[in-house]
């Protein structure tokens, strides 16, 4: 298996430098946290030779600095690094795993769409000889994919829509005894996690894309949708990518937001990373992707349980 791992790591490297992409390293200790509110930060104390101590965080994924390095330089890309995420635990998830992350400018969706089908096509023939896997006891070829819009599939497999509340709320209740009305964000995550998520990519690497803007992230709004979208096989998620925001006041209103949800859900005070924001200010569009290394090992290897792809477990 070790073996089969390295052919994928280099599959995945040859295919950025042929693109022209510069592989990079950031700081995995981070003075900022990420500000999502259904991501953990792992915190750690460390002390220089003076003794001066200082509280830093594992960073969660390497997206702020990758940005930073992106806004400096204006060059395409990539990372592979571990990252951590605290209370994780299941099939298909760890609190530590490995990350691919990347970044391409002047690029839209539609572009890290192709990059993540070559991707998947590219480490497929490193193990195989052929953009092809058996997974889960289905055949999957990489060479054909599907694209549906979130609007498309709430309607396919929940016959609602997202901009719909009311419809979601009469889905949720005759699923699952609704006794109360709950707010529309859980509505909309409840929906997506239970009963849209597990349909997708059953037959085809699968993207779904253009969500309701209260998810967009940090991705940009147009037409009053979040640019960004997720990929998927049998099922599991495997890649986020987002048509990059960029306006900074933007940004800190979202930010900001953030770190007031962070709060009221943890008691804790957050600070928001403004060298970030700022920088922002010196860079054209672009677009960014994260793929999920161990996830992905699942996919070629034919795993159902990520600790099958894992060299060691904290958690015996």
Do not use: C
Request: hydrophobic share 35%; net charge negative; glycine share 4%.
């Amino acid at each position: 298996m070790i073996q089969e791992k390295a052919k994928v790591l280099k599959a995945i490297r040859d295919y950025f430098d042929k693109t022209g992409a510069i592989e990079v390293i950031t700081n995995i200790l981070q003075e900022y946290p990420n500000l999502d509110s259904n991501i953990y930060p792992l915190k750690v104390k460390a002390a220089d030779q003076t003794g001066l101590e200082k509280e830093f965080f594992l960073h969660t994924s390497p997206e702020f600095a990758m940005k930073k390095l992106v806004s400096r330089y204006k060059k395409d890309i990539y990372q592979i690094t571990k990252v951590f995420r605290n209370f994780e635990g299941s099939k298909k998830h760890r609190i530590e795993f490995t990350m691919l992350e990347w970044y391409r400018l002047n690029s839209n969706l539609d572009d890290l769409m192709d990059d993540t089908q070559n991707i998947f096509m590219e480490t497929a023939i490193s193990l195989y000889k052929k953009p092809v896997v058996y997974f889960n006891g289905k055949t999957f070829d990489f060479r054909k994919v599907e694209k549906i819009s979130v609007n498309e599939a709430f309607h396919k497999f929940t016959n609602t829509y997202p901009d719909d509340y009311n419809s979601m709320l009469s889905f949720l209740r005759a699923k699952e005894n609704l006794k109360k009305d709950i707010d529309y964000k859980e509505a909309f995550f409840r929906i997506y996690a239970f009963y849209v998520e597990p349909n997708l990519g059953k037959e085809n690497l699968t993207f779904i894309y253009d969500y309701p803007p209260e998810f967009a992230a940090l991705a940009k709004v147009e037409k009053g949708r979040g640019k960004r979208f997720e990929a998927y096989v049998d099922g599991i998620e495997l890649v986020n990518g987002y048509y990059e925001l960029t306006d900074t006041k933007e940004l800190e209103r979202v930010l900001t937001q953030d770190a007031k949800e962070k709060y009221k859900e943890t008691g804790e005070v957050f600070q928001i990373d403004y060298e970030f924001i700022d920088s922002m200010k010196n860079i054209p569009d672009f677009s960014g992707a994260s793929l999920g290394i161990e996830r992905l090992f699942m996919i070629l290897l034919n795993k159902q349980d990520i600790k099958e792809v894992l060299d060691f477990e904290l958690f015996r």
